[in-house]
């Protein structure tokens, strides 16, 4: 009986290289709409597996994710992932061998060439427009004719199986081009005078940067969000991110390059940087069913071809901190750091982040992958959570690592004094954009988040000189560095006061120092003539030496 073979085989189509020619190097794995050179018209997905040439504009053309192996010493590499919405081809093509194999064997024919005929080849063209190839390589097949005859006998007359049977010529290289109808066709070698009908050059569609969250894809983790509250690592311990300013990541890449990664003053990217020939890479992750929406991403470190284990430790010891769980990582298991291997971060049991290697990356399944969600006023927003209740309006204090305008109904004060009873004077930030470090007292109408938003923005500057303010402010929730039985905290009915009952001063909040506002109430206006003498600092000073001080609400020199 014979076998019909229903093939789309001319659906493997779109090209992609990484070239190890230093003129023209290529593009990197990641998104891509593909143009032909010779026509200017682009690849389109028509339907499942099916692909022509035919689309006439960038946004016609179908995005595709274009992954590929090593290359070898020509800066060649056999694609291993071409998909789009629809599926991935390469599976595709796997498909088609497997259908032609059994064929064969069933009329006891040798098989063992198919595994390369079936190869994509991407080859750079070595053209300063970063234009490639896609190749595929016949070797010298004894009986082809026979061969070839069984397996036209089988394909039933199915168009895209006998044309690319017809025209494989054992022993050659085949160069994948744009036929008469926009179709994909094969060329022994150039085809056009031009010789551009062949060569195809990559548009990468690069992931936008900017403010966001960053979730692990784990279905089972309860607090799903990566933060950073402690100053020597980062954890995944988040409850809900539009309440933490420790979770905003300020995102920056280059196609699947990460240039900047940073969250509380930690940035991932010189990790990297340290490592000469490595990267930083957020590589997509898709299956069919997702139907090409990358809402997932792999996060990995990219090794070069020569690597040294220890120097790898050392840059990572230096840029996370020796207490970093990702340190403890890559100390335990050394054997993943190896010439151009890559090393996965992913989300640990215990509700870290600990790393993976290649060969034990698709264990972690959703673990490894990591979604990144913008931060905009719509559907991901921050609201930092009330932590009192005065005169019928919520209060709370906050520390940021990035700058940030107001959304809806909160104020921002400066603290300008805080009283011997703990009454804060405020001064109204009348500012468009809160800087970065600027420690504030947030006056909220409501207690509902979504009244309450604020909105990290990108390069934002202090647009007029902000109010002194006697509040300071951390980023950790382990800062050891202040005394804190004089750190004065937001209290019940809006007060400043020592709170005995906390072990530390909680991430992303201010408080204010009881030795300096006191000075300050004292120097100003309610200065009381007791001649008592302070520095500028607002510190009594028993014996003053030379120098400027403060007596009775004034500026003496001694």
């Known amino acids: ?319 996370l901190g020796e207490d970093s769980e990702i340190v403890a990582a890559l100390n335990a298991h050394s054997e993943m750091i190896k010439d151009r291997a890559a090393i996965y971060f992913v989300h640990s049991d215990n509700g870290g982040v600990t790393i993976a290697g290649d060969a034990n990356y698709d264990a972690y399944g959703d673990d490894a992958k990591w979604k990144i969600e913008f931060i905009d006023t719509h559907d991901n927003y921050l609201a930092p959570a009330a932590e009192v209740e005065a005169n019928g309006k919520y209060y709370t204090t906050l520390y940021t690592a990035f700058p940030y305008e107001l959304v809806g109904s909160l104020t921002a004060y400066s603290v300008t004094k805080v009283g011997e009873d703990g009454t804060p004077t405020l001064e109204e930030l009348e500012m468009d954009v809160i800087p970065a470090g600027t420690p504030v007292l947030l006056e909220m109408e409501t207690n509902n988040d979504e009244n309450h938003m604020i909105m990290p923005v990108a390069d934002g500057k202090m647009d007029r000189e902000a109010p002194k303010s006697v509040l300071k402010g951390t980023l950790f929730d382990d800062d050891t560095e202040n005394d804190k039985a004089n750190m004065l905290t937001l209290q019940g009915g809006l007060n400043f006061a020592v709170n005995n009952n906390a072990d530390y001063m909680p991430a992303n909040k201010a408080w204010a120092d009881k030795t300096i506002p006191t000075a300050i109430a004292i120097v100003g206006n309610d200065a009381q003539g007791d001649n008592t003498i302070y520095d500028l600092m607002g510190r009594k000073v028993v014996n003053p030496t030379h120098g400027i001080y403060i007596q009775n609400g004034k500026k003496v020199v001694y």
């Open 1 to 319: 009986m014979k076998k019909i073979i229903t093939l789309t085989l001319l659906a493997v189509l779109m090209v992609t290289a990484f070239s190890a020619n230093a003129v023209t190097p290529l593009p990197d794995q990641g998104v891509y709409r593909i143009q032909n050179v010779y026509s200017g018209t682009w690849v389109k997905l028509q339907h499942d597996y099916l692909a022509d040439i035919t689309a006439l504009t960038y946004e016609e053309a179908s995005p595709l994710l274009v992954w590929y192996g090593e290359r070898d010493e020509n800066g060649e590499a056999l694609l291993t992932n071409l998909s789009g919405d629809g599926g991935d081809m390469i599976e595709t093509l796997e498909f088609i061998k497997g259908l032609i194999e059994e064929v064969l064997e069933n009329n006891e024919k040798p098989t063992w060439f198919l595994e390369e005929m079936f190869q994509l080849h991407l080859v750079p063209t070595g053209d300063a427009d970063g234009s490639v190839f896609l190749c595929v390589d016949v070797p010298e097949i004894e009986d082809w004719d026979e061969i070839k005859a069984i397996i036209l006998d089988a394909a039933n007359g199915q168009t895209a199986v006998t044309y690319y049977i017809t025209h494989m010529v054992p022993g050659n290289r085949h160069y994948m081009g744009i036929d008469y109808d926009g179709s994909f066709g094969y060329r022994l070698e150039a085809g056009t005078p031009e010789g551009t009908d062949i060569k195809f050059l990559m548009v990468r569609e690069d992931l936008e940067g900017g403010y966001c969250f960053v979730k692990t894809a784990s279905a089972t983790a309860e607090n799903p969000y990566l933060r950073r509250v402690h100053e020597k690592t980062s954890t995944v311990d988040l409850a809900q991110a539009h309440n933490d300013a420790s979770a905003v990541f300020d995102l920056a890449v280059e196609g699947i390059k990460v240039n900047r990664l940073a969250v509380q003053g930690l940035d991932l990217a010189p990790l990297a940087q340290a490592i000469e020939g490595s990267y930083l890479a957020l590589c997509p992750t898709n299956t069919a069913a997702q139907k090409f929406i990358y809402d997932a991403y792999a996060l990995k470190l990219q090794l070069p071809d020569e690597v040294d284990a220890a120097a790898v430790i050392a840059a990572a010891t230096q840029a």
